[in-house]
């Protein structure tokens, strides 16, 4: 994670609670969330109260009833049933929980999943609007940790659909347009996007800050450099040194060096004398 005042904080928990850390926590959200596609392809089940997918969502109703699993099981839930999507997905959810973890370690990872889901789980707790964070949470997940990749590594290539090299940072783009496009057509579904994005904006918020500043400090110190080269290229190389006229403000006039070393342009320069001569 980018280094802020709260790393410091993170480091300390790190060396108290990181043996408690979950190894390989993306991967092991992928692996159930192809299980629980299996299963709910094959047991046929149906829709309704008795489909596995019921039993799975965020409901707080039931929550507050007792089924606490629900608070966990919902994130499991695939985001589609179509056999090569689910696979794509699960796919890259493995590979992207191996750089994250690479990048910050399990334990900011579980950190980073659990903020993402916690979030979502306080949303979906609350009467009426909470049946929302069930619109697509797996959805919702895969951005959150695809776009952390993609901050991470911008410039990583991949190969969409096994073929086509795209750098990391355009597919994250396309995601969010992606979301977006819900947004436009059910816009109360912005509600869940937000709030997942909540620790994304923490965890990444304060870097974008301090490169929004360097930025303008660097194109600052570019400006004056660019002023001062053209202040040097516009320098003028005669002056006369009775007038102040210069070569660059009255490029007509022509100008002379005395003897003495004195320069004069032809406004002010003084009648030869005599058996004298002007250099120049």
Not at 108 to 129: D, F, H, K, Q, S
Not at 144 to 154: E, G, N, R, S
Not at 179 to 187: D, E, K, T
């Amino acid at each position: 994670m980018s280094a802020h005042p709260g790393q410091s904080l993170i480091a300390s928990a790190e060396r108290r609670f990181g043996h408690l850390a979950i190894p390989n926590l993306i991967r092991r959200v992928g692996v159930f969330q192809l299980a629980v596609w299996g299963l709910t392809l094959f047991s046929r089940t149906g829709e309704g109260e008795g489909n596995l997918l019921s039993y799975l969502m965020l409901d707080a109703s039931k929550v507050y009833s007792g089924q606490v699993w629900r608070v966990f099981t919902f994130i499991m839930m695939p985001g589609t049933m179509n056999p090569l999507f689910i696979l794509f997905m699960v796919f890259f959810l493995w590979f992207i929980g191996d750089a994250l973890e690479g990048a910050w370690g399990a334990f900011r990872v579980n950190l980073y999943v659990l903020a993402t889901v916690g979030c979502l789980v306080v949303l979906g707790l609350i009467p009426m609007i909470g049946i929302l964070v069930n619109v697509f949470p797996a959805m919702i997940f895969f951005s959150l940790m695809f776009i952390a990749f993609a901050t991470l590594f911008p410039d990583h290539i991949v190969n969409l659909f096994g073929v086509i090299p795209v750098k990391a940072k355009w597919l994250a783009i396309g995601d969010v347009a992606i979301l977006f496009s819900y947004v436009i057509q059910v816009p109360i579904v912005i509600l869940p996007i937000l709030v997942a994005f909540i620790p994304y904006f923490v965890v990444f918020g304060p870097g974008f800050v301090r490169d929004f500043q360097n930025r303008g400090e660097a194109a600052v110190r570019r400006a004056k450099f660019q002023s001062k080269v053209k202040s040097a290229d516009r320098e003028a190389f005669h002056t006369c040194d009775i007038c102040g006229k210069t070569d660059l403000s009255h490029p007509e006039l022509e100008f002379r060096v005395s003897a003495e070393g004195e320069e004069y342009c032809s406004d002010c320069r003084p009648l030869p004398k005599p058996g004298a001569s002007s250099k120049g």
